[in-house]
């Protein structure tokens, strides 16, 4: 099983920064891609972006040139850097990763709790 920890939500005016974080633990053999989702009120959750264990990234078009998705293979951590916020922003954000739980074992989706991202105009 892996468990993932976020950190890094709140509230900010529009055009400011967060900073997500999210830490992995547990016992599991790889983990593959890790990303972050999110889900604002009355909507579907939607990918906000991705990075696979070899560093290729992936993003939202809402969210190109805006965020930033980062890795530490080392920590298995994985951070989302949001700048230039918009109202439109405003969602619970989750933290993902396909992780496997043995060598022989099918990859997982695992999800974390969810921290609140709420930006003002």
């Known amino acids: 099983q892996v468990q993932l920890v976020e950190s890094g939500g709140g509230s900010v005016q529009a055009g400011g920064s967060l900073r997500l974080s999210c830490a992995a633990s547990g016992r599991y053999y790889s983990i593959n891609a890790m990303g972050w989702h999110r889900q604002a009120p009355g909507k579907e959750r939607e990918l906000v972006a991705t990075?696979?264990?070899?560093?290729?990234?992936n993003y939202a078009d809402s969210v190109k040139g805006r965020f930033t998705i980062s890795r530490d293979n080392t920590r298995n951590t994985v951070s989302l850097q949001m700048d230039s916020l918009k109202p439109e922003d405003t969602a619970v954000y989750y933290c993902n990763a396909q992780a496997r739980p043995t060598p022989w074992g099918n990859v997982n989706n695992y999800w974390g709790q969810g921290t609140q991202v709420t930006v003002s105009s």
């Open positions: 990075v696979t264990s070899g560093g290729s990234t």
